[in-house]
């Protein structure tokens, strides 16, 4: 059995991934009118009132739960599962609002020896499999560049707590930088700079920095929340350059040449649920770590996103 937390937009792509691989799981969520919502769009009924009150009813621990709520909610419910004995959780990025309740969990997951990975569904997306498995074969990563560049004008008028905006590269943004320290290495050194500020990020809105991974590969990044861009990815090895422009599509330039070709990919899940989370959640209920990230992983890989966006590791 497994619990899916959460009955917003998210959890619709989680219910309908698990039914099709034919997994038992309910549905946990707060209030009624968000479920009556949800049930009209899954056609699957939801257990109201919060993780709070259906754990006092002492249910029996699942097999695993996915945790699906807002933001600022990822680590009051992960830390009920937790408390609860639930030992094997998948819960949404970034686990935590901030680097402290993110520390937080980690803490505790390791005291109760549980299985707590953060989910990062554009590790499983086919562009990223496939360029994954021309990387190795092509002897590895040289250098990689990434762009995380958000569009200003359209989240400064969502409905989102200050705490989440103010910490929105953690909360968003690391999407694409996850995905980039995935295929490309995780940091050793790394060098960053802000300017400029927004009424709602005061840490910075313009970003510069480069690196070295564990691994000896150069990378460097920028994003301009201020001014025009979009997430991008170029990762580069002895034969070319491999491009995620969008971060769904995979091309390639070959060393010596100017023309950029697209690599075909089998997309046909892509079409079928949102892009990365069939397979996503297949690794998790299996077991199978290697793409998965672990909280304990994550939390280190926060360092670098509080380093890159200024914000404090306390």
């Not at 807002?70 to 680097?99: C, H, M, R």
């Not at 995905?179 to 490309?184: C, E, K, P, S, V």
């Not at 940091?187 to 991974?213: D, I, M, Q």
């Not at 697209?262 to 949102?274: M, S």
Request: net charge negative; charged share 20%.
């Amino acid at each position: 059995m497994i619990w899916l937390v959460g009955a917003g937009p998210m959890s619709v792509d989680y219910v309908k991934v698990l039914e099709a691989q034919e997994q038992d799981f309910i549905v946990l969520g707060r209030s009624e009118s968000s479920a009556k919502l949800f049930e009209e769009k899954t056609g699957h009924e939801v257990v109201t009132g919060g993780i709070e009150q259906f754990l006092a009813t002492k249910p029996e621990a699942p097999n695993a739960a996915i945790v699906s709520v807002g933001v600022e909610q990822l680590y009051f419910t992960t830390l009920s599962l937790l408390k609860f004995g639930v030992k094997s959780i998948l819960v949404e990025k970034p686990g935590g609002v901030d680097a402290e309740q993110i520390n937080a969990l980690t803490e505790l997951a390791t005291s109760k020896k549980a299985n707590v990975c953060i989910a990062y569904n554009r590790r499983f997306l086919a562009s990223v499999s496939k360029a994954k498995e021309l990387i190795e074969a092509d002897g590895g990563v040289l250098s990689f560049n990434f762009e995380f560049t958000e569009w200003s004008h359209v989240i400064e008028k969502l409905d989102k707590d200050k705490l989440v905006l103010q910490n929105w590269l953690l909360g968003n943004s690391t999407h694409v930088i996850d995905m980039a320290f995935y295929l490309g290495g995780k940091p050793k050194e790394l060098s960053s700079y802000r300017t400029n500020s927004l009424s709602w990020h005061e840490s910075g809105a313009v970003f510069s920095g480069a690196g070295v991974t564990t691994e000896g590969a150069l990378f460097n990044y920028n994003a301009n929340w201020i001014s025009a861009g979009r997430w991008s990815l170029e990762v580069l090895t002895k034969s070319g350059k491999y491009i995620f422009c969008p971060l769904e599509t995979l091309s390639f330039q070959k060393r010596g040449e100017i023309a950029v070709s697209n690599i075909t990919l089998d997309t046909e899940l892509e079409k079928r649920f949102k892009p990365g989370l069939y397979n996503q959640v297949h690794a998790f209920i299996n077991d199978d770590f290697d793409s998965l990230i672990a909280i304990k992983e994550h939390a280190e890989n926060v360092k670098f996103y509080c380093d890159i966006a200024g914000y404090s590791l306390k």
